[in-house]
């Protein structure tokens, strides 16, 4: 088993930054890719970003694309999502993931790929 828990998330003005951390114990994450999702009132859950376990390949969403990056440190078992140049439409709970059965440059962009899911933190931008 695998307890993932988000931190990080909060109230921000339109333009702003925040860096999501995602901590997990039991298992060391550095076997998984882990990928951040997040949903938005009244929409569907969707892909925001992966790295994988080499943490070699990201893979970011379009509309997340040169303002937000992931990074991880496999020494603290701690992934990061650091979200520059917010838009109220970020708004959203953001979820973090861990896929284990992804290759080693997995970067996988489906929910149904993860096992593993955390609790989620808010993040509401303000325009």
């Known amino acids: 088993q695998v307890q993932l828990v988000e931190s990080g998330g909060g109230w921000v003005q339109a333009g702003g930054s925040l860096r999501l951390s995602c901590a997990a114990s039991?298992?060391?994450?550095?076997?998984?890719?882990m990928g951040w999702f997040r949903q938005a009132p009244g929409k569907e859950r969707e892909f925001v970003a992966a790295i994988a376990s080499s943490g070699g390949s990201t893979s970011l969403a379009s509309s997340v694309k040169g303002r937000f990056s992931i990074t991880r440190d496999n020494a603290k078992n701690t992934v990061y999502l650091q979200m520059n140049s917010l838009k109220p439409e970020d708004t959203a709970v953001y979820y973090c993931a861990a896929d284990v059965y992804g290759s080693s440059w997995s970067t996988r962009r489906g929910e149904l790929d993860y096992d593993y899911w955390g609790q989620g933190t808010q993040v509401t931008v303000s325009s």
């Open positions: 039991g298992r060391t994450l550095s076997r998984y890719a």
